[in-house]
């Protein structure tokens, strides 16, 4: 990963080939105490894992993808997770008909190149267990 500080408080994170999509953000958060920020991107990634939560079983359905997938859209936020950076994304993918995608990226790793953008904020908020939900949720 190469990464490149693009103003006052934006940074850019390039994943390489092979970059572990969840790991690569939320150590680049660790490194320098980000504790809360918005993520954005696009590029490709490999064999993602998608998933979608039901909140009448309260539980995710995952969907492993095989193959190299166009990244259209990238959205996601961190926070704290049991005192650590925990990256939650959500993407749309392609596949090679231009068929798309989309839901809670479970897992991926970047194909041929992954460009993020990472704003983050001075806060320090967390995220845990809602009853009400049946996720972690941010503590507001």
Same mark, same amino acid.
């Not at 704003?119 to 967390?126: E, G, I, K």
């Given at each position: *990963?190469? /990464?490149? $500080?693009?103003? !006052?408080?934006?940074?850019?994170?390039?994943? #390489?080939?092979?970059?572990? &999509?969840?790991?690569?953000?939320?150590?680049?958060?660790?490194?320098?105490?980000?504790?809360?920020?918005?993520?954005?991107?696009?590029?490709?990634?490999?064999?993602?894992?998608?998933?979608?939560?039901? *909140?009448? /079983?309260? $539980?995710?359905? !995952?969907?492993?993808?095989?193959?190299?997938? #166009?990244?259209?859209?990238? &959205?996601?936020?961190?926070?704290?997770?049991?005192?650590?950076?925990?990256?939650?994304?959500?993407?749309?993918?392609?596949?090679?008909?231009?068929?798309?995608?989309?839901?809670?990226?479970?897992?991926?790793?970047?194909?041929?190149?992954?460009?993020?953008?990472?704003?983050?904020?001075?806060?320090?908020?967390?995220?845990?267990?809602?009853?009400?939900?049946?996720?972690?949720?941010?503590?507001?």
């Amino acid at each position: *990963m190469k /990464t490149a $500080k693009l103003d !006052d408080q934006v940074y850019g994170l390039m994943l #390489e080939p092979g970059d572990d &999509i969840h790991s690569s953000i939320e150590s680049y958060c660790a490194r320098y105490d980000f504790a809360n920020a918005e993520v954005t991107g696009i590029g490709s990634v490999d064999s993602p894992t998608l998933a979608h939560y039901s *909140m009448v /079983t309260r $539980k995710f359905t !995952d969907r492993p993808f095989e193959g190299i997938f #166009e990244i259209a859209s990238f &959205i996601g936020n961190v926070s704290l997770v049991d005192g650590k950076p925990f990256a939650h994304i959500h993407v749309t993918v392609s596949d090679i008909d231009m068929t798309a995608h989309s839901g809670h990226l479970v897992k991926g790793r970047c194909s041929a190149t992954l460009e993020l953008i990472l704003r983050p904020f001075s806060s320090r908020y967390t995220k845990s267990d809602s009853e009400a939900v049946g996720l972690k949720v941010w503590d507001f």
